[in-house]
Every structure is written in structure tokens, then in C-alpha cells.
């Protein structure tokens, strides 16, 4: 007995499975389906919506070691942008841009922090946006991860173990680097020094006294500044006082850089639970968070 | 009966007139008689006043008591009420500084005239409003994952007294040029090594964020803020006044509809269900800090309570994290104390409605936390009723109320 149907030949997809499509972020080639790079793991989405613009979109990157509080802040800095009309403003380019704000959000409202970024690169919350300022000609466009702190530690350790670290970080246009401030008050040195590697793993990467990391902006955030408000009066003095090797390694090696401090929770309370210890927020008070993005932002749109 | 002064003039007067008389009588026998006499009463006389100053020296004061009245109403010449004018002045004293929730206290309401008294009420109409006894549906922070109770724990309420407006600067200020900061009586005694850690910018006696014991100017009619949560109760006893119970804050704000056999219908925001902008100063990209506390009249509660939401979170009497602090599922660093109504700065709107409860450090000076005052009606001496029924007002109290207070 013989069964008789169609099948359709689909030929023009051999012929775009012909080409490659190279990512945005490491250019390693892929198939025009692919939703993640098969080399660096970055979303084909945005090698996709780049190649739709004139102008390609900047880089920036949110660094610190895990817990420090950048997913907090970006998830912040974004909701904040894109509520309502100001300076400064924000617009989610495709749905996945929106993820790392509502996550964060949902997470807020309900009294706690969101779940810790997992090391692996596909799943990481990409932003990708608009960037529209009464003091820029014209918007452009921004490209934002949020990255693992300890794929980060990993990659600085051992360099290229992370290829989209690594390739991100030599094409960023600036960096906000954010440093635990409660726990540099508390004596602690890991903050100090971890923030120290990214400076000195940075103007290694890309050295170049013009081009490289010595001469592109870097936002130094001394994040959680809620909890010792000294930070907020002088974050200068606060980071030369408690972040001495960080504070040296800036002022000598970067020619662009400023500290800024910043708080999302009113005041934190310890929970002890089945899980461990864990730290929750008792109430959500946004302070300093637009300033540090404001400021890379009109640094890098000086450059062309 | 006639006092000991009388008694003492009438008899150097007759003992005088008897002398003189003798004297001009020539009755020899008679005018020695009689300055033995005037001799030896004189004598035992001085003997009685040297005695009673000695008694009176070696008195030991009685302790003050810490929570009903201030000691500094201990300390006033009330009290002793030694001359008429003085006891005057300090009353006139007292209700320019709007302490007149001292003078109508029951142990001194009796030293006020008619006038004084008319003019303590007026005061207390103006700057307070009356919430009436009755249950209050409360909600407590509680840990993610703990039970609780989404309608909160019934609660019952006295009636009480609240202030219209957050204490402004300009209060504050009078509070701060008293001295009441080298006062120990208004301070509870386990603070007393730090009060004089409380300190300005420039290390002068005052909230965080005033230099020279003086407000920022321009800033008389704004809440003080950064002041801890010891500073805002020795305000309040310097006015006679306490912080607001968790419940009392509640039972102002959200407004509860006693229904028979039910829970009280409660508002979600003073004004009504949903979040207004327009009534509440809460965070928005050109909100830079506080605003003036009659700014948002439109926020105010049907008795004009005015900003519990939005401005800056107020202090309250009660500990934050109760259930959960003691059952060990939370710690804080230090002690932490309940604060409620959300800020200039409160992001989420949620996070300002009436049953957001939130918690801050006891010595957290911030700069958007302050508080307003409460009184109970059973504390004050607004009729002969009101002084015997701690329980709930009754309407011959109302009644002696001004109309407003009464409403």
C-alpha cells in the first residue's frame, strides 16, 4: 500500500543557510535561525537588529562582582527611564529588552531582590534600547548586558573562558563599574579588590592610550549606598577611604572616570530561611541611579 | 478660716497698740507685761520659720513619670505656683509654643482661666484632629513565605488626638532653641549617653541636616527630617504629646467603616481606592526632596489629617518586625522601629498605601523619615466625662469640643 502526499521544497532556505550571518558581538558566524551564537552565546537578535541601523549601536557594559547589585540597577535604571517623559529617556527595543526590567520590578514590589544572574551566558538578560537626551542630536542606539558576576570573575582569572565577556568589553564604548559600598564600610577588601582586576583587566585588554580603556569613560557606582549614607555626601573621599586600591588604579591609569553612589532600598533586613541567609529590601527608594548612566551616556555620545 | 499671715499681723497689731497705750497711759506694770509678751512671741515665732526651712530643705522630689507628663511641666513654676504673674507668663509661654496639650492635662487644667483654657482648645481644634474610638484592620510586615492575615489584625483603638501636618521646621526649631536637647527629663534614660551624638552639620545640637541649631532657610514650613526615632519622642513629650500606635496611624488614614459582625471597611489611600498623584508627594523625576506639609491638601483625610501619605514616612510608637523578630526568621543590625506612609522618594505606590508597614533603624537620621504627634482623648481634660471614661468619648465630650474637633 502506498501513501501519497506533497513535500514542499523550500529551497530559499537552503540558500540563506548558504550564508553566514556573523554576531554582533564576536563576529563568529551563524546560521540565520540560530537564536543564541554558537560561539559566544549573545543573542542572534541583535546582530539582526543591528544590521537594520545606520549607525551600529554602542556598548555598554554593567560590571561588579556577584551580589553587588547590578541587575538591581539596571532593572532600575531602565524602569526609571521609560516611565515617563525626562531628560533622558530609554525605549526597550524588542520584547527580550523588557525582561531584565520587569523581572526586577515584580521581584521589588514584592519586598524582595531578584534571583541571582546564572553563569551561563544563554541565560543572561540583554538590553537592547534607544537612547533619546535633550542634550544628544540624535538617539542611538544602546546595547546592554547583565552579566554574571561570577562568569566575570572567571573570565578576568582566566581570560577567554568567557568569549562574550571578552569580546563585549573590547568593543564597550564605557563601562559602569559597581562596587559594593555596605561591604567596603564593613573593612571588607574583596569589593576593593575585585573592582581593582576589572580596571587592570580592562586597560589590559585594550590599552591603546587613545582608542583603549585608559581613554573611554568609566562610571565607577558605589552601589548600596543606602546602607552607610556617608557614601552619599562625598563618594570620592568615600572610595578613597575605603577602596584604596581601586582608587589609586582610577586616578592613575583612566583619564575618564567619575564616582557616583547609589541606593535602590530605603533599608534592608536579614532573613534566615531553609536557603540561608538572605537580604531583603523593606522599601524601594531609588537615589542616584539616573545620574551615573547620565553621565557615560553624554560622554559617549561625544565620540562619533 | 484665717490664714497663718493674718493670725501673725493681727497679733503684732494688738501687741503694738497694747505697748503704746501702756506707755502713754503711764502704766509701768502694764507696758512690760506687755513687751515680754510681744518678746516671746516674736522669739518663738522666728524659731517656727527657721524649722520649716529645714524641713522643706531636706525633702527629697518626687521621680517624674515618664510617659504621662513632661518633666519639664514637673519642673514649671506651675506647680509651685509661687506668685500669680509668673505662673501667667508661663502659660502664655506654653501656648505660643503650641504646648497645649500640657496645659490640658487634668492635674493642670485647674490653674488655667476660662480664657486660657477657650484658647488650649482652640489650639488643639486647629492643629489636631479627633479619631474616634472603634476597630482598625492593621497589616504588619511579615516575611516572604510567613502566614498572614491579607485583611491585617483587628485592632481596637481609644480615642485619640492626631496632628494635622508633620512636624514642620519651624516647630521643630522652637523644640531645639528650648534647650530640650541638655534636657534629660525629656529623653528616655536609655539614650541619654547619646543624645549629644545628635548633632547637625556644623556638630550643634539639632536634626542631621540643619547647620548652627538653625533649619535650612525657607524650609520653616517643610517636615524636619532627619531626626531618629528618640529625637521625635522627646518632641513629643516637650509638647505633651507621644508617637502615633501602628493602629491609631491606620485607623486615621485608611478611614474604617464599622459594620456590625464584620470587619471594617477600610481605604486603601485616605482620599479613596486608587493612587492620585495630585494628592500624595511621592517619587517622580522632578521630585528633588520635601515639600511644604499643606502642599497636597487634596491628600487629606475627611477630618483634614493632612500628607499621612507621601512627604516623609512618620515614626511610629511600635517595633518593626514583631512576629517574625521574635521567632528568629529575621535580624536586624540594630533595633528597628515601624514607620509608615511612604516618602517623596517612595517608588512603588503600593509601598504608600495606609497598611504598607516598613521599618528603619532607631538612630536612623534620614532625610525622608519624620513623624507627627498623638494624644490620647483620655490624657487631656476636655470635660469633667472625658477625664473619668478612658474608653471612648462620650458626646457630652464631643459636645465641649469645638465644633471642628468634634466633626
Redesign the interface.
Known sequence: MTREGMWELQSYKLADYSVSHPCFICHGGNNFDAELCRHCMAPMALAHQAAQLKTPPRLIAAVGSAGAGKTVYLGMLTD?LS????DLQVLARGAFSVQIQQITMEA?????FPDKTPSEPDHWNWLHSQIQSKRIKRPYELMMPDLAGDALLEEINHPNSYPVIHHFLSKASGIMLLVDAAELEQGSQVQDFFATKIVSYLCELESHAKTGWPNRPIAVILSKADQC?TCFLDPLEFARKYAPSLWRQVKERLKKYQFFATGVA??C?????LGGQEQ?P??????GIVEPFSWLTHQISKKP | MFSRTFLDRAMLSISLATLALTYLAGKTFGFWIAAVILVAWLGLRTRQMVRQRYQASDTPQEPTPATTAPATAKKSPLHAAPVAEDTGDLIEGLLAESRYALLLRPQIVGNLTADQITRGLTLLDEEMAMIAAGDVAVQYWRAQGQPRDKSGDLAATFGFFLDRYPVTNAQFQRFVDSGAYEQSSLWDPEIWPSVEQFVDQSGESGPRFWQDGKHPAGLQKHPVVGVNWYEARAFANWVGKRLPTDAEWVKAAAWPVQSSGRRPIQRRYPWGESMERKCAHLWTHETTGTAEVDKTPGGATPDAVHQLIGNVWEWMHGNFGGADLAAGIIDFSSPMKSIRGGAFDTYFDAQAATQFQSGECVLGRKHNIGFRCAVSVADLALSDESADDQAEPTEEDLSTLPEEAAR
Open positions: 526609571m516611565r515617563e517623559n525626562n521589588l514590589a514584592n519586598c524582595r549614607d530605603g533599608a533586613a536579614t532573613i534566615y530561611g531583603i523593606l522599601r524601594v527608594e531609588p537615589r
